[in-house]
Nanobody
Framework: DVQLVESGGGSVQPGGSLRLSCGAS????????MGWFRQAPGKEREGVAF????????YYADSVKGRFIISQDKGRNTVYLLMNSLKPDDTAMYYC???????????????????WGQGTQVTVS
């Protein structure tokens, strides 16, 4: 199994920045992709940003391109999400996820991810 622990959420004014962290432990070698989903009240879970461990390629939702940056620290098994120019629409619970067989076709699909963190709240107001 893989255990994921998020940190770094909080409240910020529009235009501000936050950095989320997701630390992975356990059988981390079993995952090929790791990233972030978010879910606002009454809305579906949305894929935000992901990084593939093999080649380091990344994926971003259109709504965050140019504002969010995902990065990985392989030595610490940690993935970061730097969120800049935050908007009220970015308010949501953010979940870290990891999966073993994520492809380009499934990167935004929650069901493609096996492991999930407990979530961290981000509020922009």
């Amino acid at each position: 199994d893989v255990q994921l622990v998020e940190s770094g959420g909080g409240s910020v004014q529009p235009g501000g920045s936050l950095r989320l962290s997701c630390g992975a432990s356990g059988h981390t070698y079993s995952s090929n992709c790791m990233g972030w989903f978010r879910q606002a009240p009454g809305k579906e879970r949305e894929g935000v940003a992901f990084v593939y461990f093999g080649g380091g390629s990344t994926y971003y939702a259109d709504s965050v391109k140019g504002r969010f940056i995902i990065s990985q620290d392989k030595g610490r098994n940690t993935v970061y999400l730097l969120m800049n120019s935050l908007k009220p629409d970015d308010t949501a619970m953010y979940y870290c996820a990891a999966g073993p067989f994520v492809t380009g076709a499934t990167v935004r699909v929650p069901g493609a991810y096996t492991y999930w963190g407990q979530g961290t709240q981000v509020t922009v107001s």
